[in-house]
């Protein structure tokens, strides 16, 4: 069992930053691919970046690429979703998700088994 628990979500300014981490917690953290997902209201649940269990491949939505960054620390059992030049349709409710099905990192919801809460991020104009 793994438990993901988000946090550093907020309201900020279009063009800002924010940092999201995602703590997990479990011994075997190190072994899961890790992605963040985003749902805005009325809409589906969207892929927006993945990492490797070993941190060595990233992947990201197109909108995300040039402005997102993430990343892992397997000693701390976190993983890190740094946002940069935030825009209005960056708004939504981030989450993390952890999967020992797959090696890489998926933008398929579907191959996750794990999923935190979820941490709002609302960018104004």
């Known amino acids: 069992q793994v438990q993901l628990v988000e946090s550093g979500g907020g309201l900020v300014q279009a063009g800002g930053s924010l940092r999201l981490s995602c703590a997990a917690s479990?011994?075997?953290?190190?072994?899961?691919?890790m992605g963040w997902f985003r749902q805005a209201p009325g809409k589906e649940r969207e892929f927006v970046a993945a990492?490797?269990?070993?941190?060595?491949?990233?992947y990201y939505v197109d909108s995300a690429k040039g402005r997102f960054t993430i990343s892992r620390d397997n000693a701390k059992n976190t993983v890190y979703l740094q946002m940069n030049s935030l825009k209005p349709e960056d708004t939504a409710v981030y989450y993390c998700?952890?999967?020992?099905?797959?090696?890489?990192?998926?933008?398929?919801?579907?191959?996750?088994?794990?999923w935190g809460q979820g941490t709002q991020v609302t960018v104004s104009s």
């Open positions: 479990g011994r075997t953290f190190s072994s899961y691919a």
């Open positions: 998700a952890a999967s020992n099905r797959v090696s890489y990192g998926s933008r398929y919801p579907y191959d996750y088994n794990y």
């Open positions: 990492i490797k269990w070993s941190g060595g491949s990233t």
